[in-house]
Nanobody
Framework: VQLVESGGGSVQAGGSLRLSCAAS????????MAWFRQAAGKEREGVAI???????AYAESVKGRFTISKDNANNTLYLQMNSLKPEDTAVYYC??????????????????????WGQGTQVTVSS
């Protein structure tokens, strides 16, 4: 399995970016895919998730500004980020896992729920 992020960069506050994550190697279609981020000196935190049936969840800090989506035909995960703030500055990681039956969505923020990670892409928001 390989996850490759792209789309990071530098933007001024209030601007927008769209991150992409190209996934390859999965043989199971029941996937939960998520975005995490890690700011300098801080722990990695969950940003958004989309699970196999399309349900989504977001961190409170990004609700209403970020949108997660996926293109199953192209095996690509997206994160549309609008109204960016300096506190959104971080390395953003794509994460994935085969979703077990009965998986509880309230565990989505736990990094241990994911078996596969991308290399990360830097997002820098200046004030």
């Amino acid at each position: 399995v390989q996850l490759v992020e792209s789309g990071g960069g530098s933007v001024q506050a209030g601007g927008s970016l769209r991150l992409s994550c190209a996934a390859s190697g999965y043989t199971d279609s029941r996937l939960c895919m998520a975005w995490f981020r890690q700011a300098a000196g801080k722990e990695r935190e969950g940003v958004a998730i989309i699970e196999s049936e399309g349900r989504t969840a977001y961190a409170e800090s990004v609700k209403g500004r970020f949108t997660i989506s996926k293109d199953n035909a192209n095996n690509t995960l997206y994160l549309q980020m609008n109204s960016l703030k300096p506190e959104d500055t971080a390395v953003y990681y794509c994460a994935g896992a085969v979703q077990a039956y009965g998986w509880a969505m309230d565990k989505w923020v736990e990094t241990t729920e994911y078996t596969d990670w991308g290399q990360g892409t830097q997002v820098t928001v200046s004030s």
